[in-house]
């Protein structure tokens, strides 16, 4: 079964493929995203990078978690569940006026 690791601290400038090849020196790598900002289209500096199972994913963490990557020392783990948001203050004037 594959497994997800986060990826952070990469260079803003590392793109999909970048980050799949350097992987791929620890296994087979299913996929490999940098999670870019919406606003301005830029990396927010962390991605994701799926392995084929286990025992490669582990490789991939001894090997390049703590490690330079174009200048940068990576963050390499296992990826977590993402979390729900709490919802947000004061941004939803859709439904009439506030009361004070």
């Known amino acids: 079964m594959a497994k997800k690791l986060y990826v952070g601290g990469l260079p803003y400038s590392t793109t999909d493929t970048e980050l799949k090849s350097h992987f791929a020196q620890a296994g087979s ?3 490999a995203t940098i999670i ?7 990396s927010k500096g962390f991605g994701f990078v799926e392995m084929s199972n286990d ?3 582990q490789n991939a963490i001894s090997m390049f978690n703590g490690k330079d990557f174009g200048g940068r020392n ?3 783990n ?6 729900a948001r709490a919802p947000r203050e004061g941004g ?3 439904r009439g006026r506030r009361e004070f």
Do not use: H, I, Q, Y
């Not at 296992?78 to 979390?83: D, S, T, W």
């Open 55 to 57: 025992e490669e994913a």
């Open 29 to 31: 790598v299913e996929s």
């Open 74 to 76: 990576l963050t390499v």
């Open 78 to 83: 296992e990826a977590r569940p993402m979390e």
């Open 92 to 94: 939803n004037f859709s």
């Open 36 to 42: 870019m900002d919406k606003m301005s289209g830029r």
